[in-house]
């Protein structure tokens, strides 16, 4: 069930029911806000009628990062399938979630197909961080700013699904108006584990963090941008005084830098700390 976005959705739908769609756009705003599930959701739309996240589609391909980078196989991949005819939809519609993740060869693929798509293709990028995507890109798809949802709005939707419960209240709080970060928090254990590594790192002294970066780094699974990703979250119900604003401009920073280089995860996190 999609929450908020209400706007957004209304004038898909009017585009959508008299073929005004554009070839593409961008789905751009904070993680967890709800942009995949809108992406899938136009795609169901298109297929079915339906504004809602769909279960199976047809014409619909869906592309997310293999480990934390999403290659220029894959995105070859989303050649052959935009070129083929829909089979019941009035578009095939590719979705490539967290878009920032394209290695520079994939995005420069991904523009050779941005510049003369099939009229029956819908090139959906959704992405949390759009300045890592190629300008270029960038500037052949519309843009759709996904804003945080409405604090009254997120806690009838929590109340009716997961009753009034302390917990949820708190992950209303701490939801920074992202409905997905409040379901992560309520029935993720892997991210409310990621959760837990991050605030030790913060809590820790320095002669144990070195150990505890190891542990977490060495992890087969381990992203850095996702363990930045979580620091910000914390970093938002924690650092509010001003004494810490000059750590969380420095996370915000280092955060931007990982999406453009080949950033050591240790030594970084252990400078970032230093000046904490």
């Not at 293709?121 to 300045?131: G, M, N, Y």
């Not at 997961?162 to 108006?177: R, W």
């Not at 820790?204 to 930045?228: G, H, I, N, W, Y």
Request: charged fraction near 25%; glycine fraction near 4%.
């Amino acid at each position: 069930m999609l929450i908020g976005h209400k706007t957004i959705i209304r004038d898909l739908k009017k585009l959508a029911d008299v073929g005004d769609l554009a070839h593409g756009y961008v789905f751009c705003g904070p993680e967890m806000i709800g942009k995949r599930f809108t992406a899938e959701s136009l795609a169901n739309f298109l297929e079915t009628g339906s504004f809602e996240l769909p279960k199976l589609l047809q014409d619909c391909l869906v592309i997310k990062p293999i480990g934390n980078t999403i290659g220029i196989d894959q995105v070859r991949e989303i050649k052959n399938f935009l070129w083929q005819k829909p089979a019941i939809s009035s578009r095939r519609t590719l979705i490539l979630d967290d878009a920032h993740s394209m290695t520079a060869e994939a995005q420069n693929a991904l523009l050779k197909i941005t510049e003369e798509p099939p009229a029956s293709s819908l090139i959906l990028l959704v992405t949390s961080d759009p300045d890592a995507l190629n300008p270029t890109v960038f500037s052949r798809l519309q843009k759709i700013y996904f804003s945080p949802v409405s604090a009254n709005e997120l806690t009838r939707w929590v109340e009716e699904k997961f009753g009034n419960k302390k917990d949820v209240t708190a992950a209303v709080s701490k939801s920074l108006g992202r409905p997905g970060l409040i379901c992560a928090l309520l029935t993720d254990e892997r991210f409310t584990e990621s959760i837990v590594y991050a605030e030790r790192l913060l809590q820790v002294p320095a002669d144990k963090r070195r150990d505890l970066l190891k542990k977490m780094t060495d992890q087969e699974d381990f992203s850095f941008r996702k363990l930045l990703d979580t620091l910000i979250i914390i970093s938002s119900w924690e650092f509010i005084e001003e004494k810490n604003v000059s750590f969380w401009h420095a996370l915000l920073r280092l955060r931007h830098d990982a999406a453009y280089f080949n950033l050591n995860p240790r030594l970084q996190i252990e400078s970032l700390f230093q000046g904490r």
